[in-house]
DNA sequence: GTGGTTCCCATTGACGCCCATGGTGGCCCA
DNA sequence: TGGGCCACCATGGGCGTCAATGGGAACCAC
């Protein structure tokens, strides 16, 4: 399968890697990814992770909209400032840097989560509780 | 017949497997589905598996939303953050991992129901359960 | 040099793939 | 119509492979 699906909780060791599940690294594969980008979510405290053609997109959206919004300049900041490019090792592990941590509030254990097209760095009991309260949400809905 | 119907039961093994009926197998097979797509329902205590294309259903619903909004971020973290690919073995088991039986309340048996287009793993009292009532409420409405 | 990385190698536990067995129902034939 | 044979399905278990994890040692930057 071609997109980021399900999602799994792994340990950061002692050096403060983590290894990205294989399905991911799979996906990455697949598209010839050698470098990752990653950013802050829009909506959640996590971080993103994709190819670097999800910042072109972004920039894309970002040039279709008036350049003096203040919609246009947060997104702006937020993809260009904030964003970093990370690189996985030999056993596609990455590190989880300050910039992970501090936005996301993951200390030992990380649980990535597929988003389609990108996936997501989250604390796991963040997670859990975002998903289980979506799911309420869209209950109440139907 | 091209669609799922009926219900069975079967029992997990030592290893955590099950037998998919070979009735559904067979409704996959002349689909020629090779990798299943299993999501947790939205109403009952049940995971429900299907072929890919019930995913890019779900795929286009978000689509037609704003990909920023914060509706079309919870319905992904639940489709694609909350559904797997699974697929089966040779002998057309799957393995009853954590993420079914945490949600469905699976031990050592799964009752397998039909619904048409995709179908349900349950938890054989829970689905015998909730049989019995919706036939007692559709009696109550007629 | 010293701290923080990156590159390699080792371990182990889970999972996928394969073959074996038994039970049941259907079908054929007498 | 009854008995027996056969095929298929559910189930059990062995074994090899790979992923996740741990840790040593080289390497780079300050």
């Known amino acids: 399968m071609n997109r980021f699906l399900s999602n799994a909780t792994n340990r950061i060791d002692a050096k403060g890697r983590v290894s990205v599940p294989s399905m991911f690294r799979a996906v990455l594969a697949r598209s010839a990814v050698e470098e990752l980008y990653a950013w802050q979510d829009f909506v959640f405290p996590a971080v993103s992770m994709a190819g670097p053609e999800v910042l072109e997109r972004f920039e894309r959206m970002i040039g279709s909209q008036d350049p003096f919004s203040a919609e246009a300049n ?18 596609g592990r990455l590190l989880v840097t300050d910039f992970i941590r501090d936005f ?23 997670f859990e509780e975002m998903q289980s309260r979506a799911r309420k949400e869209r209950t109440a809905i139907s």
Chains 1, 2 share one sequence.
């Open 104 to 126: 996301t509030g993951i200390t030992d254990r990380v649980t990535f989560a597929g988003r389609g097209d990108h996936f997501q760095l989250w604390e796991p009991a963040a």
């Open 74 to 91: 947060k997104m702006s900041l937020l993809i260009h400032g904030g964003g970093v490019f990370m690189k996985l090792d030999g056993e």
